[in-house]
């Protein structure tokens, strides 16, 4: 009986372990908007005026400041939108923001520079990916437990604003 009782509780854990994934269902209240404050380090998931969730997060190494340049290791501010993801991202899984815009591209080229791009909200840092608490180039990172459920809930076209 003890063994019998062995084998099905491997099987059980063997098929749990093969259903786990990454991907992950919502069916709730639509994301009608991203809204990141970098100052608070903080990003919210909203539908119209209620907030569906809250998260930390952590930014480029340079933290303050607009985007202005590629490598200059800001995260940008203004309006955008979200227009990708990546499931296979170095990160995890990422969704994409829509930076450069018309804005960011002729304010690099008054300074005679690359805006940069692929700038995105990703999952949590790499082994050998810089320590502190700001790290990224220039994205938006949280845990990947957390980017799991951004990666669902966040659909392509969502408005997002990024704010100082």
């Not at 200059?72 to 501010?77: A, C, F, I, V, W």
């Not at 955008?80 to 990546?86: E, K, V």
């Not at 008054?110 to 995105?120: C, R, V």
Request: proline letters at 5%; aromatic letters at 10%; one cysteine or more.
């Amino acid at each position: 009986m003890k063994i019998i009782k062995a084998v099905l509780l491997v099987a059980l854990v063997g098929l749990v372990g093969a259903c786990a994934t990454k991907f992950r269902t919502y069916d709730g209240p639509e994301v009608t908007r991203v809204l990141i404050y970098k100052e608070r380090h903080q990003l919210y998931l909203m539908n119209n005026d209620k907030v569906l969730k809250r998260y930390h997060i952590e930014l480029g190494f340079t933290p303050t400041g607009d985007k202005q340049v590629e490598g200059d290791g800001k995260t940008p501010e203004g309006e955008y939108f979200i227009d990708r993801r990546n499931p296979n991202s170095a990160f995890y899984l990422s969704i994409g923001i829509s930076y450069p815009n018309a804005a960011d591209r002729a304010e690099a080229k008054a300074l005679g520079q690359s805006p940069g791009g692929d700038i995105f909200i990703h999952g949590a840092r790499r082994p050998g990916d810089p320590k502190g608490a700001d790290w990224t180039a220039g994205c938006i990172s949280v845990s990947n437990r957390q980017m799991e459920e951004i990666y669902a809930m966040v659909k392509n076209g969502t408005r997002i604003s990024i704010y100082p």
